[in-house]
């Protein structure tokens, strides 16, 4: 017997827990009989929820600034029609700020017995893996009257790789080692490189580089062309200690670390040179070794993705002996830290011999731009006050530059926009210089 008056409305109520009813409903619905049986009747039409299949396919990894598109698959298995709005949630740093609603809301129409797909664009503010939160279903309906809802666990992770700016630095950085490896001019000489030819002496060669044998052979003067040898080791030394969260600019300097570092990956593998890297503040945080020289660009980016400051202060004693057990021979160590007095002072000039008397060392520094502009302030007391205060801590950091370069270290100090550029013009001309 088909139900009317009181009966359908307490037919419809009960059907409730598992739809959702806008709160104005209900008090029609208490005096309105029909209304009760035509919500019924959406509710009875609209696609189940919880018997939807859901997939995902898309991105795995994009650099930091660019889009991440993951594609989420509905199948609807049921016998009705699902007209719904999806809500696909992910972390907020998944987003640029405001962007988070239009972004992950969508309207879609699934057919019964088939499957439809929609696509949701990440944009990541952060570097590291982001997760895929539940996936909100609310479906509706033929009258819109009523709806079911559920949610789905349907996991995707996406990693958020360092952006690597500097990269456009890397066609200038690479002619650059073309003229060192005599392709595109003239080869060097110096102590440590790989004997390459003869030629024939001009004035002002060094007359060191006479090969006395060959002059004998012939009636003019030869003298040895050297290139930069190969298969160098390079370790770089990601200081992921305190001091590395401090934000110049936009950026922690452990970001401006990383695109530096990323740079001179890139440069050293072209130079045939073995490249490793180690992150470190009391323990070891990545320690990528062994890549050849395809694979060492790709697995830094993904070793650096996850990496984040620790609040805590570098152990220099720890990074030494992991240093030296990670580069057992004679190696250039790039150590990418801070130039702040007391963490030099008290922490790495004290263990600094251990690592010169068998490797080259080079440090390199992110510097504050604003320190620099603070100098130069003038035009009241505040300014004056801020003008000397700069002037000191500039001061302090030369001399601590200084210190360094008195144990045989190569130091480059420059902002995040140059440091990475800096750096490898410092690896060049020690390749230039037979030092490695």
């Not at 007391?381 to 700069?390: D, P, R």
Request: proline share 6%.
């Amino acid at each position: 017997m088909a139900l009317t008056g009181r009966a359908a409305l307490l037919a419809a109520i009960g059907s409730l827990p598992v739809g959702i009813l806008e709160p104005s409903w209900w008090g029609l619905l208490a005096v309105n009989g029909p209304l009760a049986l035509a919500c019924a009747c959406d509710f009875a039409l609209a696609a189940p929820v919880r018997r939807l299949g859901l997939a995902r396919s898309g991105d795995t990894s994009a650099r930091l600034g660019e889009p991440a598109d993951v594609t989420l698959t509905i199948t609807n298995s049921s016998g009705r029609p699902l007209r719904a709005r999806v809500r696909d949630a992910w972390p907020p740093s998944s987003w640029q700020p405001g962007t988070e609603v239009e972004a992950s809301r969508h309207r879609l129409t699934v057919p019964a017995g088939e499957r439809r797909r929609i696509t949701t664009r990440l944009r990541p503010t952060r570097r590291g893996d982001r997760q895929a939160d539940r996936v909100t279903i609310r479906s509706d309906g033929p009258l819109g009257l009523f709806s079911r809802q559920g949610t789905h666990k349907v996991p995707w992770t996406v990693r958020v790789l360092p952006p690597f700016t500097s990269r456009k630095h890397l066609p200038s950085k690479l002619a650059r080692l073309r003229e060192l490896d005599g392709r595109t001019s003239l080869l060097t000489r110096g102590e440590g490189t790989e004997f390459d030819s003869l030629r024939e002496y001009v004035p002002g060669d060094d007359t060191r580089a006479i090969d006395w044998r060959a002059t004998a052979r012939q009636s003019t003067v030869a003298v040895r062309t050297w290139r930069p040898e190969r298969d160098r080791h390079i370790l770089l030394v990601l200081d992921t200690g305190r001091t590395s969260a401090g934000r110049v600019g936009d950026v922690p300097r452990l970001d401006a670390s990383m695109d530096a570092a990323l740079l001179l990956a890139a440069l050293a593998s072209r130079a045939g040179d073995r490249v490793d890297l180690l992150a470190y503040d009391r323990r070891v945080r990545a320690l990528t070794q062994g890549r050849t020289a395809r694979d060492v660009l790709p697995s830094l980016v993904n070793a650096m993705a996850t990496l984040e400051p620790e609040l805590v202060e570098l152990d220099a004693r720890g990074l030494t002996a992991t240093a030296l057990r990670t580069a057992p021979r004679r190696s250039l160590i790039v150590l990418l830290t801070s130039l702040d007095t007391a963490p030099v002072e008290e922490g790495l000039l004290p263990v600094l011999s251990q690592l010169t008397q068998r490797h080259t060392i080079l440090v390199a520094s992110v510097a504050d731009p604003y320190i620099a502009r603070m100098a130069t302030a003038r035009g009241n007391t505040e300014a004056v006050y801020e003008a000397a205060a700069a002037a000191q801590a500039q001061s302090e950091r030369h001399r601590t530059a200084e210190q360094l370069r008195r144990h045989g270290v190569t130091v480059v100090d420059e902002t995040p926009e140059e440091l990475a550029p800096a750096l490898a013009d410092a690896y060049l001309a020690l390749k230039a210089a037979g030092r490695l």
